[in-house]
């Protein structure tokens, strides 16, 4: 393999390669192929240390299973709007006697507003 290559060199190489591991989780596959390629000269450099192993293994994984997720899922494309209709809220109850929140009283049955206290589940209208 030629001569090997000394300690600083090897650390510098493993910091770039730990910023392509952060690159694989980027939305873009070009960014993804960018970190794979940023990684592939420290794996090739020298041997691995077990630490190495498990966080280049650990963060691959992390990454296939979140592009596996997006896949299954189909996250949203960049530029796609995404819109949710929330659905209107059931009219109030008011056939039973309900607690009164603020006095613990009574409310009565048919009616919106707590007669001991003036407390109501309605918002004061503006």
């Known amino acids: 393999m ?8 090897t650390n510098v190489l493993l910091f770039v390669a730990v910023a392509g591991l952060f690159l694989l989780f980027a939305r873009d596959w070009t960014v993804r192929v960018a970190g794979v390629v940023l990684m592939l000269p420290r794996l090739i450099a020298a041997p691995l240390t077990l630490g190495e192993v498990l966080m280049f ?4 994984a992390a990454a296939i299973s979140r592009v596996v997720y997006g896949w299954s899922f ?5 530029g796609v709007e995404v819109s949710e209709a929330a659905d209107p809220p059931e009219a109030d109850d008011v056939s039973e006697p309900a607690a009164c929140v603020a006095c613990r009283g009574s409310i009565p049955a048919g009616e919106n507003k707590c007669p001991q206290c003036g407390w109501s589940y309605t918002a004061p209208r503006a």
């Open 57 to 60: 293994g650990s963060g691959v």
């Open 74 to 78: 189909g996250t949203p494309e960049e």
């Open 2 to 9: 030629g001569t090997p290559i000394g300690p600083e060199l």
